[in-house]
């Protein structure tokens, strides 16, 4: 039983109630009488397990934290090159992928093996095996971050020969000072999040991003004032990784300690109270506490814990004496703890294990999960590490070469942020997935799957066709001028692609197929280097983005096939045949707007104003026209909306409005 509840609750990072049973029978109340508040609190609550209300409003906290973390990240890189140039944008986006790539080897994968640790010695009642799991974490993520710190410090020449600029030197030991604080911030994290507690992650997430942009701009905004060469302002950018981290860490490392200090005084104040009861209270009422204890109902034995009025499934009663919940003194109460702990983590490792040990647990149980976290950020270094040099090739100075590896890197924000909402409307999947191949509902995960991969070459098709269409007005939006936009327009290409990765990863991570989407972007990453191979001396930075259409395209087509052939999932011609209308209709109208647009707004606005109306205007149009063009040509059913979440009223008003066929 304890096994089984302690597993539970780590499978789903764990909230920090623990599994409740009300004591002294079913109507709520102890063997004497009085009623167990805290523990039809904590039933009310839900926190059993991470099921319950609040571990449901804890992982949509984290999301939208880790969304608007995201899009800062990314959308943080257009002012800067605004700012800085092509030269500095490119060494900034060199060096980044590959401190993303140490980082995500440094900690990637433990906060989940903190959480899970964590989350075991909350199950047991055991807060000091849950501080002895962030010790150790501490600890080894410390030592990792200072070996990560020393790689990038001393290998920074080496590291900016093989990106193809000296200049890249100084933003390589920049970015490398964020190894001091981004692990010990990931160790926290975990920690909070295995206790179910997501507000401290999440202000850490958010604290973090705003503070890296905020600081990263000062700095370069004033680096540009004072008249500093590129490779300082190069290091400006990638500092403020680790001026955001402080600001992180600071953030998470405040909470801990206003919980420590909370937690300090409430144990001042439980010892005064039980100075002031009379001595014998507790000998009179323990009989009744015995009674109160003893055997579950489903045959487990139970024990309360310390301070919480709650019973533990599987833990062993205690013998001490005194009221449940209750001791005669507050280190009584805390060595109650410990042994209820220790009887109900068996052999879970963390009550009694050395520091060392726990260090060797964490470390197995991360590796699985960095290993797939990997895959993203070795696809950004291969062209890092290739791109700049193979431009050199044909007889490049190093500063020329990377301002047009600057200019490849132009169409990556918006791509990044196109395949960033696809992986957040994928997420949405997962829970029905599961759910459906838990209950072994094979025709629910068939028409979920279908309609996800229908969605996603839609959805992935249209923002490429738009970004396409529209790169010349959004380059000069964006970034002031119109240089490299035939590049900008294939790597807007990339859009497709990747948003079918997205949404093919999602699917086979709700049907528990997690390592394939990993296994299919290295696949990628390889393919990439030997296209940028062939291509990139021939035909520059136009060949590098085509080198990312074929790799990616390589990788989407293979994700498809895998969750067609896990369910079985297949797109009916009708229905392709109706996006593909849509399309040319979208695509059609583009063209026609953005040649007659921009000479009219050309004569009453300054030529970046019009550019942005134009850009801005023309995506809110297309989009609209494409979504109406595929509703009227039976790209998707009335049917498949009345299955989603609100989609009886959506379906009712577009029959309304003769966008969609009611099929009944």
Known sequence: MKQKQAGNLAEGAGSAEPDVRVPGGQDGRHGDGRASSRGEAAARRGGSGGTGPRYMRGAALMGGAMLVSKALGTLQKIPM????????????????????????????????????????????????????????????????????????????????????????????????????????????????????????????????????????????????????????????????SAIGGTAGLAAIVGYWAWEKKRAAAAASIGDDAMKERPADRGNERAPKQARGQGRSRDGGSEAVSPGTNVRILGARPSAEPGLPGEATSWADARERRRSAAAAAGGDSGAAGASLPALMKRLALLAVPVTLGALALPVLNVVDAFTVPRLLQGDGLAQPEAMSLFGLYSRGQPLVQLVVMVAGAMGGAFVPALAGARTSGDAD??????????????????????????????????????????????????????????????????????????????????????????????????????????????????????????????????????????????MAAALVLAERGGAPLLGLVLPPRAAAAALALGCTAFGGALFAAAALRFGGVTARELRALPGGEAIAARLIRLRLLRDEG
């Open 444 to 585: 629910g995960i068939r028409r979920q799957a279908a309609l996800v991969l229908r969605a996603a070459w839609s959805v992935g098709a249209a923002a490429a066709v738009g970004l396409a269409l529209l790169a010349e007005p959004m380059n000069v939006m964006l970034y002031a001028d119109a240089d490299g936009s035939r590049t900008f327009a294939l790597v807007g290409c990339t859009a497709l692609a990747g948003t079918v990765s997205a949404l093919a990863a999602a699917v086979l991570q709700g049907l528990g197929a997690a390592r394939t989407p990993a296994l299919l972007m290295l696949t990628a990453a390889a393919l990439k280097a030997a296209f940028n191979a062939a291509l990139v001396p021939a035909y520059g930075t136009a060949g590098a983005a085509c080198s990312g259409i074929a790799a990616l395209t390589a990788a989407a087509l293979l994700g498809s096939a895998a969750v067609r052939r896990a369910t079985g999932a297949a797109v009916p011609a009708r229905r392709a045949a109706g996006v593909v209308l849509a399309l040319a209709v």
């Open 81 to 240: 090159q605004n700012i800085a140039g092509d030269r500095v944008f490119g060494i900034y986006n060199a060096v980044y992928p590959l401190y993303q790539l140490l980082l995500v080897m440094v900690t990637a994968g433990f906060p989940v093996a903190i959480s899970l640790l964590v989350a075991e010695r909350e199950a047991a009642g055991d807060r000091n095996g849950s501080a002895r799991v962030l010790s150790a974490s501490v600890r080894l993520l410390a030592a990792c971050g200072v070996a990560g710190f020393l790689l990038l410090w001393t290998g920074a020449r080496q590291i900016a020969d093989w990106l193809g600029d000296d200049a890249a030197a100084q933003a390589v030991r920049a970015s490398s000072l964020a190894f001091w604080v981004a692990p010990v911030m990931a160790a926290f994290r975990g920690y909070y999040q295995g206790r179910g507690h997501m507000l401290p992650s999440a202000a850490s997430q958010l604290a973090e991003q705003a503070v890296r942009v905020a600081g990263m701009l000062a700095l370069l905004i004033a680096g540009w004032q004072l008249g500093w060469p590129d490779a300082r302002l190069a290091a400006g950018a990638t500092a403020g």
